[in-house]
């Protein structure tokens, strides 16, 4: 039942949560057809470019006409991106400084179809907030659809200018940019970078009110959620570049935000989209924030809503940070009560108080007996008789919620209650649906089910109770949230951590919900809303924080700091749990949950120099390929190379081949960073199934005397038993303050 056609198609639907989905688009490739390409050249040494002006003239050289350059890149890319047909592109690749070149990729924007959720605001550690002593300066770039800028969560009140290095602009009109919105571009529209990001969609709006939005008091959703609204780093600055319209972003366009978004000056970069795992040297997104990392900006990224399979991860280049996503402790509640007593707490925002929750009939939208009915699509309710009742439909079948609830509406039925698959578990979601409605996990729906048919005339009702907090357990993972292992390199634990991005509520450009008499002011309007497309900019959020408290401080170590001090717990003690209620392993949490309050003073970090990277870049690819990320010529055997698991990562993944008789240790050196007072000393712990794999740290005592003193140490992973699949544990390093801790991830393939 669970592995039939409709929880596949589910798992495919699952991922059109407003996460922005790259979706290659198949092009069949003529000779003569216009297509946009990213390519990458390199100049001669001889070469040197004064100016963009000249750098940009010297790209032109290569097209063959006027008009084709669609943007020219110079920070984060050796190249530019060109409406070419093939001819024309081969006969580019055999100019002198040539080196590859990809086909644009037209990414799909998977929102616009889909519901809102509605819920509520992640409790923000409110002591950020009044933290007096946070540095103003610090600029957070959002790559996403724009900005709604006349917002009260934009508001420039209290903010200080930008610092002297903005070198940045804001393309909208009057006074809609100010001290909070300092710059807003639009690279949609082709070569003309001056039109204003208008956000048509709302994610971007909602992302970056996340990550950096002011203090806005009357923020609610429908009647829910009352209270101020505020980014997680309420005193940085931001600046909006529009990279995805309703068509989707294109990766040419990804790739020319991140650019302007490293040449304006920003400190930090906040991608809430993605696409299919692919090597990174064919990735502009991986291409431009290794650029963008080099030059010190830390880059947050989404994991992906393609969970909760494993190997459904996006952004799994080692520079970025991978965010998954979990939920909060909060829940919109409307309880589903039966005619046989049994009550069922489930989600809906819209909770109307003048409907009398009297018990209705209640009919299972699958009960037509149609294929796929149960989803309750436009017109898969016809010939059943709903008028009145409340409709049990089920989540998926490429079917948005709040729109099943309209098919619903029109059908003539009253209510309706939403039940997951398996795959989605014990996860409910907080909509604004257009009736009483209540979404309630598996087993509640597979006892709804089971009632109805023990009878021959089942009812229901659905009483709505607000805004509870305390609901547990809390944080858990989330079932859409992506998982690893990462396909690119095993080497490498992704994703890195989660943070909160179920049902969290940020501005919106318009109202929500069902239509109202008295519809909210523009300007006030919010939304609540779910994917890792929300847990991102709370961690961009929290980086552009250490980065204020710590402006030298490298983007990995910004990255060791998050993900060294992490909650493996959750708020009741208990191991993170995912959306069945099990122990999430690493590849669904990474490192942990953010502790903000913790991930400032990390005590010891795990740092990494760009060098480095190029090094890690050359043990996986050709000088060809290490070049395009490098933007320059790497020679890879003057170097000396560095696997995944050898990079100074924060985490430890390490692979056994699985049918191994007599095991060879695997050693794993890493160098720590002591960013707090000395003298201090760590002592080594390790937390591992001793019976299961030996892990032995040498030196297990680390004495720093000097302030940033660096020590080397090893880790030995010995397996002492055979026929293992995963095996995972940690290595903290703990002194008198602080618990420095690496997850370590052993996996036999
Ligand atoms: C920008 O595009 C327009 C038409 O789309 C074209 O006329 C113009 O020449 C282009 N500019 C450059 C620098 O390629
Ligand atoms: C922050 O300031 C507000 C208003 O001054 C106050 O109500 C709140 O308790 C403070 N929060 C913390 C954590 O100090
Ligand atoms: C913004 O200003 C430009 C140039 O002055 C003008 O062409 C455009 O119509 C204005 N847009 C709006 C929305 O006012
Ligand atoms: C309910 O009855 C239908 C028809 O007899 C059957 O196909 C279905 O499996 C039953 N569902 C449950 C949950 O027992
Ligand atoms: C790359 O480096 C190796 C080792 O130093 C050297 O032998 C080789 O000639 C270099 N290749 C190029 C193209 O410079
Ligand atoms: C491992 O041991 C088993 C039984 O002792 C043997 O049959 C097998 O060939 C060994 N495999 C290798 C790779 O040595």
């Known amino acids: 039942m669970l592995k039939s056609k409709s929880s596949a198609m589910e798992l495919s639907r699952l991922s059109l949560l407003p996460f922005l989905l790259l979706a290659a688009v198949a092009s069949s490739v003529t000779g003569d057809e216009l297509r946009t390409f990213i390519v990458h050249v390199h100049p001669q040494e001889s070469l040197a470019f004064e100016t963009a002006e000249d750098r940009t003239a010297w790209y032109v050289q290569f097209l063959p006409e006027d008009g084709r350059l669609r943007h020219a890149y110079h920070h984060v890319a050796s190249g530019f991106a060109a409406r070419l047909t093939q001819r024309e592109l081969d006969e580019i690749s055999a100019m002198p400084g040539f080196v590859s070149a990809i086909p644009d990729q037209t990414y799909t924007l998977q929102t616009t179809h889909t519901p809102q959720f509605l819920g509520l605001n992640a409790p923000l550690p409110g002591a950020w907030t009044n933290d007096t002593s946070l540095r103003s300066g610090v600029i957070v770039g959002m790559l996403d659809t724009g900005v709604f800028p006349h917002h009260a969560s934009f508001s420039g009140r209290g903010m200080p200018p930008p610092p002297a290095k903005w070198k940045g602009h804001c393309y909208f009109n009057g006074t809609a940019c100010n001290n909070k919105l300092i710059g807003a571009r639009d ?22 009110s996340t990550a950096a939005g002011a203090v806005a008091p009357g923020a609610q959703v429908l009647g829910q959620a009352a209270g101020a609204a505020s980014g997680v ?18 990766g040419a366009d990804i790739l020319a935000g991140i650019d302007a978004a490293v040449g304006d000056g920003c400190d930090v970069i906040s991608m809430s989209l993605g696409g299919p795992s692919r090597p990174f040297y064919i990735d502009p997104i991986a291409i431009g924030t290794f650029g963008a990392v080099e030059k010190g900006v830390f880059v947050s990224m989404a994991a ?13 280049a080692p520079w970025m940070l991978t965010v998954a996503v979990s939920t909060m402790d909060r829940s919109i509640r409307a309880t589903v009560r039966l005619g ?38 436009s017109g898969d309710l016809d ?10 439909c089920e989540l998926g079948g490429e079917v948005p919620r709040v729109f099943k609830g309209q098919v619903v509406q029109k059908a003539g039925g009253a209510g309706m209650i939403l039940v997951n698959q398996y795959p989605q578990g014990y996860d409910t979601l907080a909509d604004a649906h257009v009736l009483p409605a209540s979404h309630v996990d598996y087993a509640a729906g597979s006892a709804i089910k089971l009632y109805i048919n023990s009878t021959t005339s089942p009812t229901a009702r659905i009483i709505f109770h607000g805004t509870v907090l305390g609901a547990s357990p809390a944080p858990s993972i989330v079932f859409f949230s992506s998982r690893g292992p990462n396909q690119q390199d095993a080497g490498i634990l992704k994703p890195d951590v989660t943070g909160p991005g179920v049902n969290v509520l940020a501005a919106w450009p318009f109202p929500v919900g069902p239509p109202s008499s008295s519809p909210p002011l523009p300007g006030t309007t919010y939304n609540i ?5 929300m847990s991102t900019p709370h961690l961009s959020g929290v980086a552009a924080f250490i980065k204020s408290k710590h402006p030298d401080w490298s983007p990995a170590a910004i990255k060791s700091a998050i993900m060294t001090t992490a909650d493996v717990d959750d708020r009741s003690g208990t191991p993170l749990l995912d959306e069945q209620h099990s122990v999430a392993s690493f590849f669904a949490t990474g490192a942990g949950h953010v502790n903000p309050a913790k991930a400032t003073t990390p005590g010891l970090v795990y740092d990494i120099a760009p060098s480095d990277y190029i090094s890690y870049l050359c043990d996986k690819y050709t000088n060809q390929q290490v070049s395009v990320i490098a933007r320059r010529p790497v ?19 390490v692979t056994f081949p699985a049918a191994m008789n007599s095991t060879m240790p695997v050693i794993v050196r890493r160098t720590v960073k002591n960013v707090d007072e000395v003298p201090t000393s760590y002592y080594a712990a390790v937390d591992m199934q001793e019976s299961l794999v030996s892990v032995v740290v040498y030196p297990d005592r680390l004495d720093f005397t000097q302030p940033n003193q660096e020590k080397s140490f090893r880790v030995i992973v010995w397996p002492k038993q055979r026929n293992l699949r995963l095996v995972q544990g940690a290595l903290r390093w703990v002194s008198d303050t602080h618990s420095v801790r690496s997850p370590i991830s052993v996996t036999f393939a």
């Open 187 to 208: 690279f949609t529209t082709g070569n003309n970078t001056a039109a204003p990001p208008v956000d048509d969609e709302g994610h971007g709006t909602h992302t970056a």
């Open 340 to 377: 046989n007593g049994l009550y069922f707490h489930g989600q809906s925002t819209y909770q109307p108080t003048d409907s009398a929750p009297a018990f209705l009939p209640l009919v299972y939208a699958g009960a037509s007996g149609k294929p796929f009915a149960q989803f309750c699509d």
């Open 383 to 392: 010939g059943l008789d709903i008028r009145g009742k409340i409709v049990v």
């Open 233 to 250: 780093a309420p005193r940085a600055h931001l600046a909006v570049y529009k990279v995805c319209d309703e068509t989707g972003c294109s």
């Open 635 to 653: 020679n890879c055997s003057a170097m000396v190379t560095i696997p995944g698991r050898l990079l100074n990562y924060p985490s430890i993944s």
């Open 529 to 533: 809303i779910s994917g890792t497309s």
């Open 304 to 316: 992906g809503n393609s969970g909760p399979e494993s190997s459904t991860l996006s952004n799994e």
